[in-house]
């Protein structure tokens, strides 16, 4: 079975600073990989996956992750944050060659924390 | 717009209480999924649907059954509540492994 470690279950950063959020996951043959973001009191919301192509992928609010295979990494980056970044992210990942239901293995949680 | 609902965004209940989430989607998707959601713990899946009338268990399914008698419902059902069950709840429907999700119940059991 598929797990995914997210290794900060808290980052806090000042406004305009980078950061990143780092996701691992259990090695597989083949891999879907997703970051949903989480606002307070709100359902979660899709950021971004990698499916296949090319493995750098975007958000259109200025997220980006990186799929690297031989770390089984998926980690999110920002290179500015705002205010509104705050929220929890979740990474997830799915086997899809091996998934009845197209179901979602997910990470504990990294809560960004920015701070003006 | 894809769009989840459920049916209560707060709900206390007492223990021993028989208790009944309600989630809807509007997407026309043949899976649907129930998820809690606790500090540290990230989403573990109860149950899901991947067509009607048919579930199968994830990965925390006891204490809880569900239904699945329309496509675009998908209802959770505490038997008999317990204040282990305090939790948010979260439903979400998906097609090729994007999944929607509604605003979550937060459930306390008391």
Known sequence: ?116 | DVKVTQSSRYLVKRTGEKVFLECVQDMDHENMFWYRQDPGLGLRLIYFSYDVKMKEKGDIPEGYSVSREKKERFSLILESASTNQTSMYLCASSIYYEQYFGPGTRLTVT
Not at chain 1, 18 to 27: A, D, G, I, K
Not at chain 1, 60 to 82: D, M, W, Y
């Open chain 1, 1 to 116: 079975a598929q797990s995914v470690t997210q290794l900060d279950s808290q980052v806090p950063v000042f406004e305009e600073a980078p950061v990143e959020l780092r996701c691992n996951y259990s090695s597989s043959v083949s891999v879907y990989l997703f970051w949903y973001v989480q606002y307070p009191n709100q359902g979660l919301q899709l950021l971004l996956k990698y499916l296949s192509g090319s493995t750098l992928v975007e958000s259109i609010n200025g997220f980006e992750a990186e799929f690297n295979k031989s770390q089984t990494s998926f980690h999110l980056r920002k290179p500015s944050v705002h205010i509104s970044d705050t929220a929890e992210y979740f990474c997830a990942v799915t086997d899809p060659g091996n998934n009845a239901g197209n179901m979602l293995t997910f990470g504990g949680g990294t809560r960004l924390m920015v701070k003006p």
